[in-house]
């Protein structure tokens, strides 16, 4: 599985961004698709994550401003993050995983990862 990030940059606070993860292949859709985030110095911590039938849950830190969506079609992700704080910077990865019962909150749980995208928040 191959996953491509994009869409990251530097925004001002209370802006909005888009990110999108491209995947390699339709099957693969399927899968548990979530974003992460790391920061440097933290751990890398689950942000949203989307089953196979479109159930998505989120961190409570994003809960209300970001939004996790897939288009089958494109083979792609998204993540729609709004009212943007100096805290959401970060580099963010999009995962995936075949196995049922993936959790946003083990990093272990997801096998395959992009390259990661950074977005960067300006107060």
């Known amino acids: 599985v191959q996953l491509v990030e994009y869409g990251g940059g530097s925004v001002q606070a209370g802006e909005s961004l888009r990110l999108g993860c491209e995947v390699s292949?339709?099957?693969?859709?399927?899968?548990?698709l979530a974003w992460f985030r790391q920061s440097p110095g933290k751990e890398r911590e689950g942000v949203a994550l989307?089953?196979?039938?479109?159930?998505?849950s989120y961190a409570n830190s994003v809960k209300g401003r970001f939004a996790i969506s897939k288009d089958n079609a494109k083979r792609t992700v998204f993540l729609q993050m709004t009212r943007l704080k100096s805290e959401d910077t970060a580099m963010y990865y999009c995962?995936?995983?075949?196995?049922?019962?993936?959790?946003?909150?083990?990093?272990?749980?997801?096998?395959?990862w992009g390259q990661g995208t950074q977005v960067t928040v300006s107060s």
């Open positions: 995962a995936a995983d075949p196995r049922g019962g993936r959790k946003l909150e083990s990093v272990s749980d997801f096998g395959y």
């Open positions: 292949d339709s099957t693969y859709m399927s899968y548990f």
């Open positions: 989307i089953d196979s039938d479109g159930f998505v």
